[in-house]
T-cell receptor, first 114, second 106 residues
Framework: DAGITQSPRHKVTETGTPVTLRCHQT?????MYWYRQDPGHGLRLIHY???????DKGEVSDGYSVSRSKTEDFLLTLESATSSQTSVYFC?????????????FGPGTRLTVT | RKEVEQDPGPFNVPEGATVAFNCTYS??????FFWYRQDCRKEPKLLMS???SGNEDGRFTAQLNRASQYISLLIRDSKLSDSATYLC???????FGTGTRLTIIP
């Protein structure tokens, strides 16, 4: 299995509080992604990174920010959590000479915003 | 129309049977296609890429139909361990379908 870890694995937080989720990889892959998965919507891309300090928005980026200061770490921040951000968050990595293909996922973080 | 659509199922199939499901996509310029499987409360895992000429990996066969804009996954001699949700992924934007749930019945 690809070396991807996510922390925390579970978190319960209150509306309005800031939350940071961490994704850590040991594969030295160039691309990293954050998705959320909700019933009826499948996996939706929040943000992705194509290198250190290089990030871009995905389909559902509102309310989220990211940072990547090292190849191995990709942080997802909810500046002020809302109940609509209750979800399962997956980090993924990929490496290809021709683009961001075949992804490998971390174990996920279950976030509940009360 | 959604960019990527899958029949959510569930598909309940007896062990040993053959099952197939499709995934349609809207962008005719799409170039990259994949199938992932996801077990309950687990992360998605890559099952196979889908090549233009079709490809096979053991009991699994993936096909691409560009004219009708869909990809398919065929599972032969299904096993209990094949029970999972199968997700298709299309294009460089890595757009996921919502998944098809498959249950293999003993």
């Amino acid at each position: 299995d690809a070396g991807i870890t996510q922390s925390p694995r579970h978190k319960v937080t209150e509306t309005g509080t800031p939350v940071t989720l961490r994704c850590h990889q040991t594969e030295n892959h160039r691309y990293m992604y954050w998705y959320r998965q909700d019933p009826g919507h499948g996996l939706r891309l929040i943000h992705y990174s194509y290198g250190v300090k290089d990030t871009d928005k995905g389909e559902v980026s509102d309310g989220y920010s990211v940072s990547r200061s090292k190849t191995e770490d990709f942080l997802l921040t909810l500046e002020s959590a809302t109940s609509s951000q209750t979800s399962v968050y997956f980090c993924a990595i990929s490496e290809s000479a021709n683009g961001p293909y075949e992804q490998y996922f971390g174990p996920g973080t279950r976030l509940t915003v009360t | 129309r959604k960019e990527v659509e899958q029949d959510p199922g569930p598909f309940n199939v007896p062990e040993g049977a053959t099952v197939a499901f499709n995934c349609t996509y809207s962008n005719s310029a799409s170039q990259s296609f994949f199938w992932y499987r996801q077990d309950c409360r687990k992360e998605p895992k890559l099952l196979m890429s889908v090549y233009s000429s079709g490809n096979e990996d053991g009991r699994f066969t993936a096909q691409l139909n560009r004219a009708s804009q869909y990809i398919s996954l065929l599972i032969r001699d299904s096993k209990l361990s094949d029970s999972a949700t199968y997700l298709c992924v299309v294009d460089e934007k890595l757009t996921f379908g919502t998944g098809t749930r498959l249950t293999i019945i003993p």
